[in-house]
């Protein structure tokens, strides 16, 4: 009897959960469905729940008049750029605080966290005008430098190197091994799964990066995909199925990689926020 | 580390090249020059009267004492502060209500987490932009369903509330993942004793639950605390400090001072006490993980 009344409510909790589940999706819904939908019928009353039958017109409308392409192709050029010397600079620099030892190692350590800490936003005026010095303003070089040195990440590096056993280090240091090939032959491969998570973490932050390419880039060439699409929406007014044709196109690839490499995107988070 | 392995590696040092400098080099160029330069530097600008392009003199405090006068800079902290009431600590919860939901599901959890989850990785131009239709006075869905007409973004009352819901489901899945992290922690035994001992799930929830997963949602709070004082990016898209100025923030001020009325170093002020206040939090983040670490 107790046992029955017991798995009538966790039913009632998983269905209670699909629904919120559901309710918390709808948006995303609501964008896709909007996107195939004609302008007049997105202002129709009732609003119709599924577009059927699909109306690609916003689309077609968004990739032939506007320069989508190359946002994309920015956004793509400048992330994937930004993620690899992130990386790389991230798992020298951890490798040596971790099992190197230097004069001023503690300086460095100190100097991490302090600019870990420091938000982003209140450099950005200094930064702008270094740019503008630098003639960076407006140019791929100005949205990628900022955005490398990662403090996060060499801290997330650093405590998993600190988890290898030292014996490999030294072994391969009896054999002649070099610190190079050490990081690319041991260190990297043993800790593939977790550098791979922090790379994919930083391409979709790079990725959704709005605030510093919208304060260096204001020339429509050079923008990115979320700077791009706010300005088509203002040049469009009030055109509901355009500017959500050009919201789905602008998160395909990141929504994409999380449904993907879900478990990654998870493992990069908690690392990032000290839990594992 | 052992001490054994320390020696070891002392030993094993190698003399002469300094490797390590070699090793931490191409980070420290870019965390120097765009991070530390301008960490300098914004401390520089705030004692200039600059413009954006950084030409102007030392003029000394004077844009320290003009921000302790200015009401509309002290009304943007009002708004962060406004802003943070109706995140941080709703967002944790609501974070922690769903890592509750999905933890105890089996098949059924991934696809749960992910929906949760999905909308933290679309970039915030998306989010905006749903949000913008979705809560639009005349042909919104929410006005639709539940039959009123609120300008949500365009209502001094509503706007600030509406910004806030709107990073509520834009965000909540990181929490819900670190909380998620925390109950699975938290040892299956515990409950079993408990049970055992007769307490229900309610006296289970407030007496095992809670307290172990503190830690985490501690965690949560000043992570969120941090991520909400540098709110800009919602606030631009959904009502660019409208309507009458109520939803102006600090680094919305921030931004207006600079890009849009030319006083670099007067903006410099403004961001300076950002600085400060982040850095305050910012020690009891460390604090916090300090205690997470020894235990």
Redesign the interface.
């Known amino acids: 009897m107790k046992k029955k009344r017991i798995s009538t409510l966790a039913l009632v909790c998983t269905g209670l959960t699909v629904i919120m589940a559901l309710a918390w999706l709808f948006p995303v819904y609501w964008i896709v469905a909007t996107a195939l939908k004609s302008e007049t019928e997105t202002i129709a009353l009732p609003p119709s729940f599924v577009p059927f039958p699909p109306d690609f017109g916003a689309f077609i409308y968004v990739i032939q008049n506007s320069p989508i392409f190359r946002w994309y192709l920015n956004t793509v050029l400048v992330s994937a750029v930004i993620t690899f010397f992130s990386i790389f600079c991230a798992l020298m620099c951890a490798y040596a605080l971790s099992l190197l030892d230097f004069r001023g190692k503690g300086l460095i350590n100190v100097a991490l966290l302090v600019g870990f800490m420091l938000p982003f936003g209140a450099m950005a005026i200094p930064l702008f005008m270094l740019m503008n010095r630098l003639h960076f303003v407006n140019a791929y070089a100005g949205i990628i430098l900022p955005q490398i040195a990662t403090p996060l990440s060499v801290i997330v590096f650093k405590r998993f190197f600190d988890q290898v056993p030292i014996d490999f280090r030294n072994a391969a240091v009896i054999d002649g091994a070099g610190d190079f090939r050490i990081l690319f032959n041991i260190y990297i491969p043993l800790n593939w799964s977790i550098i791979w998570a922090m790379a994919i973490v930083t391409f979709i932050g790079a990725w959704n990066n709005f605030f510093w390419p919208f304060i260096v880039t204001n020339s429509t060439p050079m923008l990115t995909i979320p700077v791009g699409m706010t300005q088509v929406q203002s040049a469009y007014g009030v055109a509901f199925a355009k500017t959500s044709a050009i919201a789905v196109l602008a998160s395909l690839p990141t929504a994409v990689a999380y449904l993907i490499f879900q478990k990654r995107v998870t493992q990069g988070v908690m690392a990032a926020a000290g839990i594992k | 580390?052992t001490k054994a392995?320390?020696n070891?590696?002392?030993t094993?040092?190698r003399k002469g090249l300094?490797?390590?400098?070699v090793?931490?080099a191409?980070?420290?160029f870019?965390?120097g020059?765009?991070?530390?330069?301008?960490?300098i530097?914004?401390c520089y600008?705030s004692l200039t009267n600059s413009d954006?392009?950084?030409q102007g003199g030392f003029v000394g405090l004077r844009n320290y004492v003009e921000l302790m006068r200015d009401q509309d800079f002290w009304a943007s902290v009002g708004h962060t502060l406004y802003f943070i009431v109706l995140t941080v600590v709703p967002n944790t919860a609501v974070g922690f209500f769903?890592a509750l939901?999905?933890v105890?599901?089996k098949r059924?959890r991934?696809?749960?987490l992910?929906?949760?989850?999905?909308?933290f990785?679309?970039?915030?131009?998306?989010v905006t932009?749903?949000?913008l239709?979705?809560l639009?006075t005349?042909?919104g869905?929410i006005n639709?369903l539940f039959g009123t007409s609120i300008a949500w973004f365009q209502d001094p009352i509503w706007a600030m509330p509406a910004v806030a819901a709107v990073t509520i489901?834009w965000t909540v899945g990181?929490n819900m993942?670190?909380f998620i992290?925390?109950l699975q922690n938290i040892s299956p035994d515990l409950y079993e004793a408990a049970a055992l001992d007769g307490a229900n799930a309610l006296q289970q929830f407030i007496n095992i639950t809670c307290p172990l997963i503190w830690p985490?949602a501690s965690?949560v709070l000043v992570?969120q605390l941090?991520a909400q004082?540098?709110i800009?990016?919602q606030v631009y898209?959904l009502t660019q400090g409208g309507p009458y100025n109520s939803t102006v923030v600090v680094?919305l001020y921030?931004?207006r001072q600079?890009?849009q009325l030319n006083r670099?170093g007067y903006?410099?002020a403004v961001?300076?006490v950002?600085?400060v206040i982040?850095?305050m939090i910012?020690a009891i983040q460390?604090r916090l993980?300090q205690g997470?670490r020894t235990k």
């Open positions: 580390m392995q320390l070891g590696q002392r094993l040092r300094p490797i390590g400098w090793f931490v191409p980070f420290l870019f965390y020059v765009f991070l530390i330069y301008p960490a530097q914004v600008l954006i392009a950084g769903l939901l999905v105890r599901l059924l991934l696809p749960i992910s929906a949760f989850f999905l909308p990785v679309l970039p915030v131009s998306v932009t749903a949000s239709w979705i639009d005349n042909f869905i639709y489901w990181f993942l670190l992290a925390g985490v965690l992570l941090i004082f540098k800009f990016d898209l680094l921030m931004y600079a890009f670099g903006a410099s961001a300076i950002l600085v982040m850095l910012s460390f993980l997470r």
